[in-house]
């Protein structure tokens, strides 16, 4: 045992801001990842109960739990069940001197999360000949700004990729290329600001960081529900809102398609108000048991904006995403893209034109396809066999999947359970703004983890269930319930 390890917690300097762009609990691990890396806590260290620590810095005890099981998940924290929470021992911190570079974080053994795709299948020796050709053939004048809109080429073979595959109506002059959806988001935001919009409505759930996006650009962010049938548009008309961000091919997280009624109800509510969409098309390329999906965007392109990205077919590492714009913003869309940085990396922006071109993304889509195809069959039987009891849903399509557990599962325990065992995965409530009485749903990524490590996470998972099952609460161990099923 560390010498340094006390009977007392370790006074710890934390503090958090309210509104601002980082989660309470992001801030929370920051800060505590921070100490840890510069020795201010050391190895064995005992630290604030999530109480105590939820009362000091004045937030709910459930953020101080998440960010406690996201570190213990990284390797910095030791949670045990019934013991007091400490720095890990095994961390080897020998403290961050000034310039130093902060030491990664381990990697989880298990790692489900969600909305990662599989890097190690990066096709390198393609997007290196696309590379190679975009260096080689770039002519002198293109390696100055230029349009901040993007190259003409990728323009072009954007507009009809986007076509042919997912059906978006899209001149090559009404395409902005940008570093990915996150900026997408924020341009479009601005835009529609600068233009008199004040509040746009977002999904709920959804990942929380947009609406902040929403804010930051000075628009109010409002909530609508989302339910089997995606999107409730009904429910749209009564927040006032002027714009809608939605993701109808594969409602993210849930999973929902936003079905033919809701589709045609939403055309309605975005010509009777004159209101624009901003249609994430995020993951559209990955359906396993149903044929695709087409854009919204291909049904009304004067009122949706398309938005695409490269993160999870090639990899977010690119920063490379794309806008393909009514009329209406085209314009102020370019002049915010200009403001922002000038335009995205030309030479990158040749080499994905070349890799269109060549089919090279349909190739590695078709190999991507079965390979996560396969992941998801091993999961769902995995999950099957070790918990039972669990409904799983939103298997058609995507990277993840969600898991219904029984409502007497405690989710701080059991995320502390499985942070003790270093798997990592997200829960429906990482994707809400309000405290949700609901019961806990998994959100388990196959993206990335290897198909021989399928079998051992799940039941670890299962173990964590079975771990976070208390006499106190009344759960039933994973299998002992009934129903269930994959849907
Ligand atoms: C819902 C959703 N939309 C879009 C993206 C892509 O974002 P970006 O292009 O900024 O990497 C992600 C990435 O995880 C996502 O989860």
């Given at each position: 045992m560390a010498s340094n390890q006390t009977s007392q917690p370790v006074e710890l300097l934390l503090s958090v801001t309210r509104g601002g762009r980082m989660r309470l609990g992001a801030q929370i691990e920051d800060q505590l990842r921070c100490a840890i890396r510069k020795g201010a806590a050391k190895p064995g260290t005992r630290i604030p109960s999530t109480r105590d620590l939820a009362r000091q810095i004045g937030v709910s005890r459930h953020v101080v739990v998440e960010a406690y099981a996201q570190l213990a998940t990284e390797g910095y924290l030791s949670l045990r069940q019934g013991a007091p929470p400490r720095v890990s021992d095994a961390l080897s911190v020998t403290g961050e001197t000034h310039g130093s570079r902060p030491s990664s974080p381990p990697a989880p053994r298990f790692d489900f999360r969600?909305?990662?795709?599989?890097?190690?299948?990066?096709p390198r020796t393609a997007w290196l000949r696309a590379m190679r050709e975009a260096i080689t053939t770039i002519p002198d004048a293109d390696l100055q700004y230029g349009d901040p809109a993007g190259v003409e080429a990728l323009q072009s073979s954007l507009s009809s990729y986007l076509g042919r595959v997912r059906g978006v109506v899209a001149d090559p002059a009404r395409v902005v290329v940008t570093s990915g959806y996150t900026q997408s988001l924020a341009l479009v935001c601005r835009a529609l600001a600068a233009r008199g919009s004040s509040r746009v409505a977002f999904e709920d759930p959804t990942d929380t960081e947009y609406p902040q996006i929403a804010s930051r650009a000075g628009l109010e962010p409002v909530s609508v529900p989302v339910d089997d049938d995606g999107l409730q548009v009904d429910r749209l008309a009564r927040t006032g809102a002027e714009a809608v961000v939605v993701t109808p091919a594969h409602q993210h997280p849930t999973g929902a398609v936003l079905s033919g009624e809701r589709r045609a109800a939403l055309l309605r509510w975005l010509r009777e108000h004159d209101a624009v969409a901003i249609e994430d098309?995020?993951?559209?390329e990955y359906r396993y048991d149903r044929g695709a999906i087409g854009s919204l965007q291909g049904l009304e392109p004067d009122r949706v904006v398309y938005a695409g990205s490269a993160s999870k077919t090639l990899a977010p590492a690119l920063r490379l995403g794309w806008l393909v714009l009514p009329p209406r913003l085209l314009e102020s869309v370019r002049q915010e893209k200009m403001r922002a940085d000038h335009g995205s990396a030309r030479i990158q922006q040749r080499a994905l034109a070349s890799f269109l071109e060549r089919g090279d993304l349909d190739r590695h889509l078709r190999r991507m396809r079965a390979r996560y195809r396969t992941r998801r069959d091993l999961l769902v039987d995995e999950l099957a066999r070790a918990i039972p009891g669990a409904t799983v849903r939103g298997?058609?399509?995507?990277l993840h999947l969600t898991v219904e557990l029984p409502a007497h599962y405690d989710e701080p325990t059991l995320l502390a359970e499985a942070a003790a065992r270093r798997v990592a995965f997200n829960t429906m409530r990482d994707y809400r703004t309000d405290a949700d009485p609901s019961p806990p749903l998994l959100m388990l990524g196959y993206g990335q983890i290897s198909e021989s490590s399928i079998h051992a996470g799940v039941r670890e998972i299962a173990e964590a269930i079975n771990a976070a099952t208390s006499p106190r609460t009344g759960g039933a161990r994973p299998?002992?319930?009934?129903g269930g099923g994959a849907r």
């Open positions: 969600p909305s990662m795709p599989d890097v190690s299948a990066f098309d995020y993951d559209a298997i058609a399509a995507g299998g002992a319930t009934t």
